[in-house]
């Protein structure tokens, strides 16, 4: 694993941006959870804690096979609520009695990666674009939320990583991310100082 494809919060807003109604909350929910698609979309609304802030990931729909609760923002959580209709089950349902398939997922966040201009086309465009995935968000969510400042233990419980050392990897693997918390910080000598005598 020598790097890790992620979006900054300029090309998440501009996600956001091309963004209506359900494909919006998909969005909203797998950037600001960092879960994997197959966890959002097994998500029942009984499974989400309004008043305490959190969405009970159930540990038969994750990876490592561990529960974990995954805080939801208060902007997400009125996005829910607003999405909601009398008697619904899943939090994204599907045209059966079923919730919404992880392909759908994968097509919604591609056509919008695609409207936002921010999606590789062909393979030569290896510089400019990037291929944009439910997976990148989730990498996006871990990465900003280091720049943020959020202490690494507390997000390798919201994602849910296995071991600490994976969520570490983040920040050894990604170049930009270092280079933006030191000039975030502003370490350096001041402009102008000289470095002689």
Not at 31 to 47: A, K, M, P, Q
Not at 57 to 85: D, M, N, P, Y
Not at 113 to 131: D, F, H, T
Request: proline share 4%.
């Amino acid at each position: 694993m020598d790097s890790i494809k992620y979006l900054d919060s300029m090309g998440i807003d501009a996600l956001l941006s091309v963004a209506k109604g359900r494909d919006r909350l998909i969005l909203l929910c797998l950037y600001d959870l960092g879960c994997r698609v197959g966890e959002l979309v097994t998500t029942r609304i009984s499974d989400i804690d309004f008043h305490n802030g959190f969405i009970r990931i159930q540990s038969s729909r994750t990876k490592t096979r561990h529960f974990r609760a995954a805080r939801v923002s208060q902007g997400t959580l009125k996005a829910i609520r607003e999405s909601l209709q009398p008697g619904q089950e899943w939090l994204f349902p599907g045209r059966s009695s079923g919730h919404l398939s992880t392909k759908t997922v994968l097509r919604t966040i591609d056509r919008l990666a695609e409207e936002a201009g921010i999606q590789e086309v062909s393979p030569r465009q290896k510089l400019s674009r990037k291929k944009v995935t439910p997976h990148i968000l989730r990498h996006s969510h871990v990465v900003n939320a280091l720049m943020a400042g959020v202490p690494v233990p507390m997000i390798q419980k919201q994602v849910g990583h296995k071991r600490l050392s994976t969520t570490e990897i983040y920040a050894t693997v990604a170049p930009a991310l270092v280079k933006e918390a030191y000039d975030l910080h502003g370490f350096g000598p001041a402009n102008g100082v000289s470095s002689g005598d």
